[in-house]
Every structure is written in C-alpha cells, then in structure tokens.
C-alpha cells in the first residue's frame, strides 16, 4: 500500500506588545526548529486593537507541513506556552507571543486583524 504525504502550505501570524522584539525574534528560533523551511515577512509596528497597550510587532511565517491543522495550532500553543504567554496575560493587555494559524491549504482559518486594519488607512 502506498502512503503519500501532501504538504500543504500554511501561514501563521506572530504578534508581541511586550518586550517586542526579542519575543518575535525568540518565537522565530522556536518556530524554525518545528519547521525547517518557515521563512518570515519583515516585522511592522501596529497599533493595539480592541485593548489598551504598547505597539506591537507583528510578523508572518510560511511554511510547508503534512501536519493536519489541529495539530499546528497544537504547536503553536505550545510555542506560547514555553515562551511564558498564558490567557491571564492577555486579559491584562500583556501579549508576550500570540502566534496564530491564519491559513492552511489556500482555506482562511482567521482573518490577519493587524494587518486588515492597517491596509484600510
């Protein structure tokens, strides 16, 4: 019996509002160590949306992966875990790393926030 492996293409978005920088940068070196050939737009500074807070630095990665999609947004989360981010965080304004599957296989599987608004200025 044969077994063939799609790989599908998958972007996700990263975002920081707190010490920016160097949480963008060390989800990048988590991520590249989950998936070998993510590469990574430049980062841009936006403003926080829906919450009161510093600017963020927001980026997307892609990526190619046969991973089903549950199974990203399992990595992911567990990414943002072990870089300290947690759901108490975000209710007081305090993103160290959110990093979201924004599209997997051509299908949009969350809308880029940062990104929609920013286009409509």
């Not at 009161?52 to 947004?73: I, M, R, Y």
């Not at 809308?111 to 286009?119: M, P, Q, R």
Request: aromatic share 8%; hydrophobic share 35%.
């Amino acid at each position: 019996m044969l077994n063939f492996a799609f790989s599908m293409k998958i972007i996700i978005t990263l975002g920081s509002n707190t010490h920016q920088e160097e949480n963008v940068s060390a989800a990048q070196i988590l991520l590249r160590q989950c998936y070998k050939d993510i590469s990574f737009s430049e980062t841009r500074w936006t403003e926080p949306i829906g919450i009161e807070s510093d600017k963020f630095l927001n980026c997307t990665g892609t990526f190619e992966t046969d991973l089903p999609p549950e199974k990203v947004k399992q990595q992911l989360k567990e990414i943002e875990r072990k870089m300290g981010d947690s759901h108490e965080n975000h209710q007081q304004g305090k993103v160290l790393i959110d990093i979201d599957l924004v599209q997997y296989d051509g299908k949009i599987v969350k809308g880029i926030i940062w990104l929609e608004t920013s286009e409509k200025k």
